[in-house]
T-cell receptor, first 115, second 116 residues
Framework: AQKVTQAQTEISVVEKEDVTLDCVYETRDTTYYLFWYKQPPSGELVFLIRRNSFDEQNEISGRYSWNFQKSTSSFNFTITASQVVDSAVYFCALSTSGGSYIPTFGRGTSLIVHP | DSGVTQTPKHLITATGQRVTLRCSPRSGDLSVYWYQQSLDQGLQFLIHYYNGEERAKGNILERFSAQQFPDLHSELNLSSLELGDSALYFC???????????????FGQGTRLTVV
């Protein structure tokens, strides 16, 4: 069975603060993929990043960075110098070989960035 | 724009009715996934089709059914609707040439279904 836990239901920050969204996953498979998606108020789901289980390199894309640690089964997402436009619900997802690569999503973290 | 098109965007219907949600995947994508997003259940996987064939089923009720047509568009049929079926229904597509490789799934904007 595969599971994704996003323990933070809602985070509220002031613009320019850094914020980290936590994601903890569970799987017995050795081959798996992790994803982050953003759901802005308009409702669509926007793909942000995909990592596979064999690549633990952290990734940085502009103000976004991701910290993948297999030792703690975590794939955390940090937004540096947050902006109001970052306000959205962020979903972490996991797909595994044993799960036919069907993405399983966490419950999401609602990020509110105040001006 | 993800390239995945879902229609209609909004749908309001009465309990007991039947509705059909439509999804056109990105050009070249053979896989279509349906998800239901409700406040209490989060994003739940319903069903996956690949090149016209059902590949995997998730938490899909017997009152719900889906199919993928030769032109690769997909329809999700919801019947005997109940108040609890009110949710945002997402379709996603991906290249996914079988189970050997995985790519990201691109999501449509969703269909918001309200059952009254």
């Amino acid at each position: 069975a595969q599971k994704v836990t996003q323990a933070q239901t809602e985070i509220s920050v002031v613009e320019k603060e850094d914020v980290t969204l936590d994601c903890v996953y569970e799987t017995r498979d050795t081959t798996y993929y992790l994803f982050w998606y953003k759901q802005p108020p308009s409702g669509e789901l926007v793909f942000l990043i995909r990592r596979n289980s064999f690549d633990e390199q952290n990734e940085i894309s502009g103000r976004y960075s991701w910290n993948f640690q297999k030792s703690t089964s975590s794939f955390n997402f940090t937004i540096t110098a947050s902006q109001v436009v970052d306000s959205a619900v962020y979903f972490c997802a996991l797909s595994t070989s044993g799960g036919s690569y069907i993405p399983t999503f966490g419950r999401g973290t609602s990020l509110i960035v105040h001006p | 724009d993800s390239g995945v098109t879902q229609t209609p965007k909004h749908l309001i219907t009465a309990t007991g009715q039947r509705v059909t949600l439509r999804c056109s995947p990105r050009s070249g994508d053979l896989s279509v996934y349906w998800y239901q997003q409700s406040l209490d259940q989060g994003l739940q996987f319903l069903i996956h089709y690949y090149n016209g064939e059902e590949r995997a089923k998730g938490n899909i009720l017997e009152r719900f059914s889906a199919q993928q047509f030769p032109d690769l568009h997909s329809e999700l049929n919801l019947s005997s609707l109940e108040l609890g079926d009110s949710a945002l229904y997402f379709c996603a597509s991906s290249v996914d040439p079988g189970l050997l490789r995985n790519t990201e799934a691109f999501f449509g904007q969703g269909t918001r279904l309200t059952v009254v």
